[in-house]
């Protein structure tokens, strides 16, 4: 791990991982720390003036996550595809949450157990987001399907993941999507579904991994960014 100074006093820190990639990785955590992942055929010195230049939105990143964790994972509202609903608990003797027009509400017994709104809501969630994914799933293999390409039989798995979106074992036609996306714009997720399906013609993140991507999906840039 590694420290380098930058203007007015602060600093970032870094962890350099080499690895057969063709692109420079960076990844921000709430610790603060950078981890970069590269090949050995970058020079320490091209990584560190890349991480110069990118140093304030990598901080600003940071910062963001160390508020994020800081917080309760359902506040006073819970975000479902990008948009914030305020929970209303209500009394009642049905025990479920609804996302109903513009507002989250929780029927229960026990509207003073937090613990137990939280569950209600987590699982209403993981009821909705397992249907988008059954619907996007089916919207990505149609396009491909039209296009000529007929992507093998696949087993979609929902997941609380900490470290990744996704991740696509191409030799066991199994995608994993994780839950967390549930609180990100409808099109990020499919953008998601996109990227996992694409590993299937191309197992590392190459240029054509890419223009692959951009062909069937063309935005998926503005809409992958947001996860970065």
């Given at each position: 791990?590694?420290?380098?100074?930058?203007?007015?006093?602060?600093?970032?820190?870094?962890?350099?991982?080499?690895?057969?990639?063709?692109?420079i990785?960076?990844?921000?955590k709430?610790d603060?720390?950078?981890?970069?992942s590269?090949?050995?055929?970058?020079?320490?010195?091209?990584?560190?003036?890349?991480?110069?230049?990118?140093?304030?939105?990598?901080?600003?990143?940071?910062?963001?996550l160390?508020?994020?964790?800081?917080k309760?994972?359902?506040?006073?509202?819970?975000?479902?595809?990008?948009?914030?609903?305020?929970?209303?608990?209500?009394?009642?003797?049905?025990e479920?949450?609804?996302?109903?027009?513009?507002?989250?509400?929780?029927?229960?017994?026990?509207?003073?157990?937090?613990?137990?709104?939280?569950?209600?809501?987590?699982?209403?969630?993981?009821?909705?987001?397992?249907?988008?994914?059954?619907?996007?799933?089916?919207?990505?293999?149609?396009?491909?399907?039209?296009?000529?390409?007929?992507?093998p039989?696949?087993?979609i798995?929902?997941?609380?993941?900490?470290s990744?979106?996704?991740?696509?074992?191409?030799?066991?036609?199994?995608?994993?999507?994780?839950?967390?996306?549930?609180?990100?714009?409808?099109?990020?997720?499919?953008?998601?579904?996109?990227?996992?399906?694409?590993?299937?013609?191309?197992?590392?993140?190459?240029?054509?991994?890419?223009?692959?991507?951009?062909?069937?999906?063309?935005?998926?840039?503005?809409?992958?960014?947001?996860?970065?």
């Open positions: 791990m590694k420290t380098i100074k930058l203007g007015g006093g602060r600093e970032l820190t870094y962890e350099l991982t080499r690895k057969p990639v063709r692109n990785n960076f990844r921000v709430s603060g720390v950078v981890y970069v590269a090949s050995r055929s970058v020079p320490v010195a091209r990584i560190e003036e890349l991480l110069a230049e990118r140093a304030d939105a990598l901080l600003s990143a940071a910062e963001r160390r508020e994020r964790d800081g309760s994972e359902i506040g006073d509202t819970v975000r479902w595809l990008g948009t914030e609903y305020p929970i209303r608990v209500i009394a009642s003797s049905r479920l949450a609804v996302l109903e027009g513009n507002e989250c509400r929780v029927f229960t017994r026990h509207g003073d157990d937090r613990e137990h709104t939280e569950r209600l809501i987590r699982a209403a969630v993981s009821e909705r987001f397992t249907a988008l994914c059954r619907e996007l799933d089916g919207e990505v293999r149609r396009g491909l399907s039209a296009a000529g390409l007929v992507p039989p696949t087993r798995t929902i997941k609380d993941m900490s990744r979106w996704g991740s696509c074992s191409y030799t066991r036609g199994h995608i994993s999507i994780n839950i967390r996306l549930a609180a990100y714009p409808r099109d990020t997720v499919l953008s998601v579904f996109w990227h996992e399906y694409a590993h299937y013609w191309h197992h590392d993140h190459s240029a054509r991994f890419y223009a692959f991507l951009e062909r069937f999906y063309p935005e998926y840039r503005r809409w992958n960014g947001l996860l970065k």
